[in-house]
């Protein structure tokens, strides 16, 4: 594992981070023995930057996290975790946030703490005149956490005004090969470099998409150029190519994604792509721009919808319909979002009530996507064909 040096305080961050918001499931549950042994096996090839949030999995990751460093593993790893600002209406709230978050990951400092989202300078300066920034500071010097930094889902102005109104310690953005220019952008990128802070990358595969989701013309271009490099080791190269970035989170949910990950993260190189695999890029990115309707991530952070909508698998289905020209996509919309389950989870069941849209990092329009959804993928027949259905098979 090839590791690159906090230009702040000097810490080997193995450039490979673990991003614990998609560990192994069973059913709707963490595997747990599944998800401890592949921390463990991180941990053993040199990752040592493990990432969560204090809302990952309902406080059941950052749970899953403390229970997996517990016996000797803790000293070896740096811990990453988040204070959610939605759930910050007091100071108060913030310290109750984060002596909970001690007691969950069982230690008694957090190496890299961060405002979790900030989406503009009004949210920061909302915090800030709750007196946060001066909170955390009395932390750092006590020693409960050790660097204060903030993730970021909006617009590249206000990822500058954020990163100038405070001598923050590191920041964390979205970036990968889709988002060059979305989002922090590579100018946020190159500015955070200029000053000097530590760049931390969420999303290298967009939450998987840039490697299930794409066209068959895409995993051409890649195959014909290399046709040894899988689509996730193209996207996560292309990460890496950036001296300006430390650690690249990926969320890791099997072994193999694992392994596929440390082989990579050993032998990457800054600026070493060759001019031929750049332009590969390039007429990857015009594709997938073209094909791709919502920038839907996956993340879940809009979710639960109080009416049982699955938002991101409604966007996953809605994408595949054009991304992926599949054929099949309305029967799988049915099966996937529970058409004849007890609990469907499709589009119509939206009443609009704005709940999901002020959580969405990618700042998507929910409603108004879902009714194209609606329209694109149930049309007029689905609910009283679906109810018939439902009527015939008995369930309720
Ligand atoms: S706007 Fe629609 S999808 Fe969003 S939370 Fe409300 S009902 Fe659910
Ligand atoms: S709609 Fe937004 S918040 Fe919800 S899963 Fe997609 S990207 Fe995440």
């Not at 991003?19 to 463990?40: N, Q, S, V, Y």
């Not at 903030?150 to 889709?178: A, R, T, V």
């Not at 919502?294 to 595949?320: E, K, R």
Request: glycine letters at 8%.
């Amino acid at each position: 594992m090839q590791t690159r040096t906090n230009q702040k305080n000097g810490e080997e961050l193995s450039i490979l981070g673990f991003g614990c918001l998609r560990l192994p499931t069973k059913g709707r549950e963490i595997d747990e023995p599944r998800a401890i042994a592949l921390i463990h096996e991180a941990i053993e090839n040199g990752v040592n930057y493990f990432d969560t949030a204090y809302i990952y999995g309902n406080g059941k990751n950052e749970a899953l996290l403390g229970a997996a460093l517990n016996g000797g593993w803790r000293e070896k790893v740096k811990i990453a975790t988040k204070l959610p600002p939605f759930m910050v209406k007091t100071l108060a709230n913030a310290k109750k946030i984060m002596d909970t978050q001690l007691l969950r990951l069982q230690t008694d400092s957090i190496d890299y703490y961060l405002l979790h989202m900030l989406t503009d300078k009004a949210m920061y300066d909302r915090l800030s005149s709750l007196g946060i920034m001066e909170w955390l500071e009395e932390q750092k010097k006590n020693g409960v956490i050790k660097n204060i930094g903030f993730s970021f889902h909006g617009g590249k102005m206000d990822f500058e005004l954020i990163l100038k109104s405070y001598p923050w310690d590191f920041c964390q953005i979205q970036y990968n090969y889709m988002d060059e220019n979305n989002q922090a952008t590579k100018d946020g990128l190159l500015l955070a470099a200029e000053m000097g802070i530590p760049v931390i990358v969420m999303e290298p595969l967009r939450g998987g998409k840039l490697v299930t989701h794409l066209p068959e013309s895409v995993t051409k271009e890649f195959a014909s150029q290399k046709p040894e490099k899988s689509s996730a080791e193209w996207a996560l190269r292309w990460v890496w190519d950036h001296p300006q970035i430390n650690v690249v989170l990926s969320g890791m949910s099997d072994e193999d994604q694992l392994a596929e990950n440390i082989r990579i993260a050993s032998t990457v190189m800054p600026n070493s792509l060759s001019e031929e695999e750049l332009q590969v890029f390039e007429r990857v990115k015009t594709v997938m721009h073209e094909k791709t309707k919502v920038p839907c991530t996956g993340c879940g952070y809009c979710m639960p919808c109080p009416f049982g909508v699955d938002i991101p698998g409604c966007f996953s289905c809605y994408n595949d319909k054009y991304l992926m020209n599949d054929k099949s996509v309305r029967f799988k919309y049915y099966q996937t979002m529970g058409t004849l389950s007890k609990k469907p989870a499709v589009a119509s069941q939206c009443h609009e009530c704005g709940k999901c849209e002020g959580h969405c990092p990618q700042k998507i329009e929910i409603r108004k996507q879902l009714k194209t959804v609606k329209r694109e993928l149930e049309g007029p027949l689905y609910r009283p064909v679906a109810a018939i259905a439902r009527k015939f098979m008995h369930i309720k």
